[in-house]
């Protein structure tokens, strides 16, 4: 994988596995994360989940691998980093209520 591949795939289906090895180093260095209330966590992991992509997209483009468009490259990107925290997160919806 080349880095122009590394960053198209950043911008889709690697999101979450980007956030995973962020977030493992993020728990190692802060140890008060464990103590965070859950909606600081998802307001992380939509900063994570919004931040990568739209990144890998503005480096890509920086590059000249892709175009400086709104609709080609920065949309469908943060589209994709939308889709990542909701299914990260889908999982938990059902302990949202006893916050």
């Known amino acids: 994988m080349g880095l122009m591949e590394f960053l198209q795939w950043l911008q889709g289906p690697g ?21 965070l209330s859950p909606r600081a966590k998802r307001l992380a992991m939509l900063c994570f989940s919004l931040a990568i992509p739209v990144m ?17 490259t920065f949309w469908p990107a943060i589209v994709a980093g939308f ?6 997160t889908v999982a938990h919806v ?6």
Do not use: C, H, T
Not at 15 to 35: H, K, M, Q, R, Y
Not at 56 to 72: F, K, P, R, T
Not at 83 to 88: D, Q
């Open 15 to 35: 999101i979450n596995a980007a956030i995973g090895f962020i977030l493992s180093f993020v728990v190692e260095w802060f140890p008060a994360w464990a103590d």
């Open 56 to 72: 890998a997209a503005v480096v890509s483009a920086a590059l000249g691998y892709q175009d400086w468009s709104i609709e080609g």
């Open 83 to 88: 889709a990542s925290f909701s299914g990260a």
């Open 94 to 99: 059902r302990k949202l209520d006893g916050e």
